[in-house]
């Protein structure tokens, strides 16, 4: 069974562009939750779906940063435009029922760079 | 808002020994609390959940401690390897919400 997925692994972008990451959860999974952790910093809560629906967004930093999961499925998480503080590690995770009675499988990250 | 304490310094142990990893949380017990490994460029890997009302959970190696009077948890892999070494992230989860709160996590090298 394939794990979670996140695309592209790495990106380097200027300040002031815009940036889309994408998390493809494990099929069947409804809980879709983003997390980043900037440098020398703990991981950090970002948002969470309940299928396609924004369960708890408390986490987003700004109106830069817009989370979408159409169909339930995948998600994508969107910096515009971006800022050097953004630069970090966006981590993606996923769980059949809430994380709070069982693990959250963790994708691999998004290092993103902003110069 | 809930903090939560990890040695910051790396610990090293000889191969064989036991590795312990503190947990230490302010304010208000968790309602669950979670450990996770992770590895370089990787991301985290789930490997325990303890419950408030739990004392104890043990896993093959691995074994969790869970005190609410010291706030605190205490992880610990006995017989230990050198791929045991990592960073171990201490994870809380509040009662009513679904989000992680992480602590930095702490970093183990296991010596041959």
């Known amino acids: 069974e394939a794990g979670v997925t996140q695309f592209p692994s790495h990106s380097v972008i200027e300040k002031g562009q815009t940036v889309t990451l994408r998390c493809d959860p494990i099929?069947?999974?409804?809980?879709l939750y983003w997390y980043r952790r900037v440098m020398g910093k703990e991981i950090k809560f970002l948002l969470h779906f309940v299928k396609e629906s924004k369960q708890d967004e408390s986490g987003m930093p700004n109106n830069r940063f817009l989370a979408e999961r159409t169909g339930g499925t995948y998600s994508t998480l969107k910096v515009q435009p971006a800022e050097l503080e953004d630069s970090g590690v966006y981590f993606c995770?996923?769980?059949?029922?809430?994380?709070?009675?069982?693990?959250?499988?963790f994708g691999q990250g998004t290092r993103l760079t902003v110069v | 808002s809930q903090k939560i304490e990890q040695n910051s310094e790396a610990l090293n142990i000889q191969e064989g020994k036991t590795a312990t990893l503190t947990c230490n949380y302010t304010?208000?017990?968790?309602?669950?609390l979670q450990w996770y490994r992770q590895d370089p460029g990787r991301g985290p890997v789930f490997l325990l959940l303890i419950r408030e009302n739990e004392k104890e959970k043990r896993k093959e190696r691995l074994k969790v401690t869970f005190d609410t009077t010291l706030k605190q948890s205490l992880f610990h892999i006995t017989a230990s390897q050198p791929a045991d070494s990592a960073t171990y992230l201490c994870a809380l989860l509040m009662g009513g919400y679904n989000k992680l709160i992480f602590g930095a996590g702490t970093r183990l090298a296991v010596h041959p």
């Open positions: 099929s069947g999974h409804d809980n």
């Open positions: 304010n208000y017990s968790p309602a669950y």
């Open positions: 995770a996923s769980s059949q029922v809430a994380v709070e009675s069982t693990e959250a499988f």
